[in-house]
T-cell receptor
């Protein structure tokens, strides 16, 4: 069975701090895909990244970076030098190859204070 | 601009009434999805459609129904059989079914009084 756990319910940081959002997943498949989405206060989910299980290279996009470690079944997301506009709910999600269902974690609320 | 529209943004209904939530996309995507979001929980899949005239149940389909008569439209009906319908409903689409980026609409917040 697929499962995604985001243990951090809510994180508060001060602007310019770095923050890491944790994501741990469970799957029996050897081929799967991991996603991160951002949900700002407007409600619409915004896609951030997709990573397949064969690509363990870390990814960096501007202030965002992702650390994928199969050995610990984790796909953590780091925001460097956080900004108030980063305040949102962040979801990690998993899809197995051949599946059509995205399984979401419960989300982490990130509050960045000025 | 291409995207997904959901209407209305806020919807109030009396208990026992059926209500239909609209979802339209002009992205020419084959696959469409409906999710439900409750406070403190992730999104849960209600129904999805891989192609016109086809749809499958997700994890929490009881009390809901859908149709996919046109590629661009995937309306969701919340029936009186749904025991706790108050929630935030999100529609999404992807170019084809499978592990692809899903594009989301702005959501409809349904409150049953």
């Amino acid at each position: 069975a697929q499962k995604v756990t985001q243990a951090q319910t809510e994180i508060s940081v001060v602007e310019k701090e770095d923050v890491t959002l944790d994501c741990v997943y469970e799957t029996r498949d050897t081929t799967y895909y991991l996603f991160w989405y951002k949900q700002p206060p407007s409600g619409e989910l915004v896609f951030l990244i997709r990573r397949n299980s064969f690509d363990e290279q870390n990814e960096i996009s501007g202030r965002y970076s992702w650390n994928f470690q199969k050995s610990t079944s984790s796909f953590n997301f780091t925001i460097t030098a956080s900004q108030v506009v980063d305040s949102a709910v962040y979801f990690c999600a998993l899809m197995e190859l051949g599946g059509n269902k995205l399984v979401f974690g419960a989300g982490t609320i990130l509050r960045v204070k000025s | 601009d291409g995207g997904i529209t959901q209407s209305p943004k806020y919807l109030f209904r009396k208990e026992g009434q059926n209500v239909t939530l609209s979802c339209e996309q002009n992205l020419n995507h084959d696959a469409m999805y409906w999710y439900r979001q409750d406070p403190g929980q992730g999104l849960r899949l209600i129904y999805y459609s891989q192609i016109v005239n086809d749809f499958q149940k997700g994890d929490i389909a009881e009390g809901y129904s859908v149709s996919r008569e046109k590629k661009e439209s995937f309306p969701l009906t919340v029936t009186s059989a749904q025991k706790n319908p108050t929630a935030f409903y999100l529609c999404a689409s992807s170019i084809v079914p499978g592990p692809n980026e899903q594009f989301f609409g702005p959501g409809t917040r349904l409150t049953v009084l």
